[in-house]
């Protein structure tokens, strides 16, 4: 126990690392809360399309959120290895201005995406 407790106390980011490892967890809870819940209907096709809404909006929120996380990770990973007076490899910047991409197209899907509409029988 002591141990943990002089990890926690020496390393600056374990407070961080469990944090973003709690968030990642619930996104991912997210993710399965729509994918399982809309697999059954899947195979059945049993019901409307309407009414699998909810699912995909589960199941595409948990993803986003475990990318947004991933991108947040690798953000601070750089800015801590910056700050603390690190080389980064060619290979990290490379992976991070793809990332930065990913999430910049994540960005503009959302906000230029189909607004309003929704649910509801014609």
Request: hydrophobic fraction near 55%; glycine fraction near 12%.
């Amino acid at each position: 126990m002591s141990m943990l407790i002089d990890t926690i106390a020496t390393h600056p980011y374990s407070d961080l690392v469990v944090l973003m490892t709690f968030f990642g967890a619930l996104s991912f809870v997210t993710f399965l809360r729509g994918f399982l819940t809309g697999l059954p209907h899947l195979f059945t096709i049993n019901v409307h399309a309407e009414h699998l809404e909810h699912s995909r909006v589960y199941a595409v929120w948990g993803v986003l959120l475990l990318a947004w996380l991933f991108m947040l990770w690798e953000g601070i990973r750089v800015a801590a290895t910056y700050f603390e007076g690190g080389a980064l490899s060619e290979q990290t910047t490379v992976i991070d201005i793809v990332l930065g991409l990913f999430g910049l197209a994540i960005l503009v899907s959302l906000f230029l995406g189909k607004k309003g509409g929704g649910g509801g029988h014609h």
